[in-house]
């Protein structure tokens, strides 16, 4: 079962991807099978099958509503349990779920990564040790356009008309405050090598207790 739940949240783009990522694939060989894993919170998305793109692309997606975290909560107190769950799977492109889950185990340590996961009450009372990547948001902007460009599917206008009308203003509103529930503030985002090394001797010390 799931004893361990360490959030990693912060700006969009400011490196909470590449800072799990680079703990899990670090981890992941060196410790008992299955003993890790990561969850994301924009797979808790909601679906918006039922909605023309036009509506779609309108969405505020940096707003604590865009999330279905009631689902969230319940698949982290599943794996608390020991049961798996069924993940969903988030399609950037199509602004919606896929069709297809992800199964995920009930692993002794548990990562989850997203932009507002310590800015919601419910959520945050999941959360073990909660880290907070700090990172200038104009560095993000830059990051941000280049992956959503490459890898989301979007134009420099669709990206530059989205971080005006929510992106910033939802930063300062929601997720900026909520770096005070943090642990733990980690600048420079997702290649602070201390700060990774920090969070994995943690991790080994957690799994051999
Ligand atoms: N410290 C860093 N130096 C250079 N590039 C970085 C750094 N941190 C993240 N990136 C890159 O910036 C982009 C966004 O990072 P990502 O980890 O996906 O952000 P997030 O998960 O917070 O949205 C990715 O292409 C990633 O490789
Ligand atoms: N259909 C969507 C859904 C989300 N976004 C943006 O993703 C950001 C959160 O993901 P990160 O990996 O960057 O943390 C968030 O800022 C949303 O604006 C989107 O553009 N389209």
Do not use: W
Request: with cysteine.
């Amino acid at each position: 079962m799931t004893q361990t739940i360490i959030a990693i949240a912060g700006a969009s783009a400011s490196g909470k991807s590449l800072f799990s990522q680079t703990i899990y694939n670090e981890l992941v060989n060196e410790l008992e099978p299955g003993a890790i894993a990561i969850i994301e919170e924009d797979a808790y998305y909601r679906d918006q099958s039922h909605l023309p793109m036009a509506h779609r692309v309108k969405t505020n997606y940096d707003h604590p509503d865009a999330f279905e975290h009631e689902l969230m909560v319940e698949h982290l107190r599943k794996l608390r349990a020991g049961c798996a769950v069924d993940v969903p799977i988030y399609d950037y492109n199509e602004h919606t779920r896929a069709t297809e889950t992800r199964r995920v185990l009930p692993a002794k340590i548990l990562i989850v990564e997203g932009i507002l996961l310590l800015s919601d009450p419910a959520l945050r009372d999941e959360f073990d040790i909660k880290v907070f990547i700090d990172t200038p948001l104009d560095i993000c902007l830059m990051r941000r356009m280049q992956r959503d460009i490459e890898e989301r599917g979007r134009t420099i206008q669709s990206i530059v008309e989205q971080y005006k009308r929510t992106v910033r203003p939802m930063f300062y509103q929601f997720i900026e405050p909520s770096k005070h529930n943090a642990d733990l503030v980690v600048t420079r985002g997702g290649k602070n090598r201390v700060a990774i090394d920090i969070i994995k001797s943690k991790i080994k010390h957690l799994l051999q207790e």
